[in-house]
């Protein structure tokens, strides 16, 4: 049996039926569950086509919205106390 080649049939936890080993993940399957990962935070994936001048602004302006998130959380914090 040991050289006959195991054709691999994985199991709900992605461990082989036969000899145990475990799904090998593609860099593509990585890359899905980081995505996952991100969406299940409640997080949205943006695209967009811009000028590098445009970009720099964009990042500069999101940069600004996530500080203005967590001031506004402080902020909201302060007021219920
Ligand atoms: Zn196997």
Request: proline letters at 4%; aromatic letters at 4%; charged letters at 35%.
């Amino acid at each position: 049996m040991s050289n006959i080649k195991c054709n691999h049939t994985y199991d709900e936890t992605g461990h082989c039926f036969e000899c145990d080993k475990p799904k090998p993940v593609t860099q593509n399957e990585r890359k899905q569950q980081e995505r996952e990962r991100k969406r299940a935070a409640g997080l949205v994936r943006i695209e967009l086509w811009l000028t590098p001048d445009q970009a720099k602004t964009v990042r500069e302006c999101a940069e600004g919205l996530k500080q203005a998130d967590i001031f506004n959380a402080g902020k909201l914090k302060q007021r219920s106390l």
